[in-house]
């Protein structure tokens, strides 16, 4: 068992002793010299021996004093080297969680890129669709559905939710033309029971209630937007995450009628990790990357509810 005197006050002898002056030590460590004196008088009652003399408001090392200040200057010189392997680990690997759907279809697919600007670092990708806990598990970042920043976290708006009917056209030739809402709900559709279902009824239906219907039920968007690609039917999926197969033409958008999810993406991470430099690299990639695809934004899904650009007041997220 060591028999350690309070390891703060050993660390105002390590500098008072490197300067052999009080003032300059409580300069170098943010305290007031009357502080860096106090801390002193309280080693050298716990040690019962005197390790400055003190005349006329000048100090210097005893022989005691200045028996021990190299080797206590040594060991911490040995715990800033073992600190400092600890922050080139931690900063050697960026592990990012975020839902199954989000890493598939958006960010997985961009990754490379950031990569390519960090060929130094390793990026970790954690998908799972429950909410990780920062306190107890090994993760840098995460991306998180909310209505509103994350309460106790740094949150930056990344983008809305746009909820859309979307098919195949093969699928779409199969079926009578499509003019209304009506005509979307008769349609076979995948997973019949998901809530989106509601949520796009609500804001585009005028009225209408979705009535319960046989179907394919699926576990996932990722599988439900697969399965409509593949012709087994409509799906209700967030649109943001199939730009390319809209784009291919491999999904269609049969009606111009778009409803918005109340909770959106938030890039989310703890204070404490905000100057990081692995944290601020991908914060400022992925901000960008949004921005980038923003010039493109044909469901106007990265203007944040609430901003002035949307008549509200400014958001007040970090």
Known sequence: ????PPLAAVRVFEAAARHENFTQAAAELGMTQAAVSYQVKLLEERLGTALFHRIRRQVSLTEAGRRIAPLVSAAFDGL???????????????TISCSNTFASNWLAVRLGGFQMQRPGLAVRLHTADHIVDF???????????????WPG?????????????????????RHPPIRTVEDIMRLPRL???????????????DGLSRERAP?????????EGNAAIAGQGIAVVNA?????ELRSGRLVQPLDAVAYGRRHYWLVYPEYRRNSPKVRAFREWLLAEAARDAEDDVYDI????????????ESASS
């Open 153 to 173: 976290l740094v949150s930056h708006f990344l983008m809305r939710v746009p909820i859309v009917p979307l098919a195949s056209p093969d699928f779409l030739a």
């Open 80 to 94: 800033d080297d073992a600190f400092s392997i600890a922050r080139t680990d931690a900063e050697a690997v960026l």
């Open 191 to 205: 997973s019949p029971d998901d809530i989106w279902w509601d949520a796009w009824l609500e804001q585009v239906g």
């Open 302 to 313: 990265y203007r944040q509810p609430g901003t002035a650009a949307d008549g509200g007041d």
């Open 240 to 244: 943001a995450m199939w730009r390319s």
């Open 135 to 149: 306190a107890r598990d090994e993760v840098d970042v995460a991306i998180r559905n909310s209505p509103e920043p």
């Open 215 to 223: 179907g394919i039920r699926l576990d996932s968007q990722v599988m």
């Open 1 to 4: 068992m060591r028999h350690l």
